[in-house]
């Protein structure tokens, strides 16, 4: 179990680029892949791993991810929009993101939101959602090791690190298809473009 919760530590689920972390003032692109890059740095899997790249940040102005930017300065909502990206990315389809972004960026280039209050809570399920994922990861590891008992003791490390991939990544998968039907609903109620 010290392996497992020091892997958890190592994935450093607490980074995210919180309010504060944020200037007042308007960035340029490479101020914006930065800060991202300081703030996940030490949760990349690899070191030459990429966090947030110019062209990344192009495809999501080009792509409508981002309302537009002015003068090739990032505002503070772009930022937070980028983060939200950030996320959403690593489960859904840019095309999911953009449906799930999209309402949000129409109304913050309308000035018909404010996006802060919005982020904030955000940030706060994070951090209560890393405290519950911690919890369910030691309560799950707890399962898998009864289960191994029951199977072959000849191979218990292997066996057990296998059903533990597998039923994170069973619980990944669940998670993100509920995530696409949710999207698929947010599709549907959008009026036609």
Not at 20 to 27: G, M, T, V
Not at 100 to 119: G, W
Not at 163 to 191: C, F, G, H, W
């Amino acid at each position: 179990m010290d392996n497992l919760n020091k892997l958890i530590q190592d994935i450093r689920l607490d980074n995210q680029v919180r309010l504060e972390d944020i200037p007042a003032i308007d960035l340029y692109m490479d101020q914006v892949t930065q800060l991202f890059e300081n703030t996940y740095r030490a949760s990349k899997r690899y070191e030459d791993d990429k966090v947030l790249t110019k062209t990344m940040i192009n495809n999501y102005a080009k792509g409508k991810l981002l309302f537009p930017i002015k003068n090739k300065k990032y505002s503070k909502e772009h930022i937070m929009l980028i983060q939200l990206i950030y996320q959403l990315k690593g489960a859904l389809s840019i095309n999911d993101v953009r449906v799930v972004l999209e309402e949000l960026n129409r109304k913050i280039d309308a000035e018909q939101l404010e996006l802060e209050p919005i982020y904030q809570q955000y940030v706060q399920m994070n951090d209560e959602q890393t405290r519950t994922f911690e919890d369910a990861v030691k309560t799950l590891h707890s399962n898998v090791q009864e289960k191994v008992t029951e199977v072959d003791t000849d191979n218990q490390a292997y066996i057990e690190q296998l059903l533990l991939v597998t039923s994170l990544i069973n619980m990944s998968n669940m998670y993100r298809k509920l995530a696409e039907r949710l999207v698929d609903q947010m599709d549907a109620s959008m009026p036609e473009k």
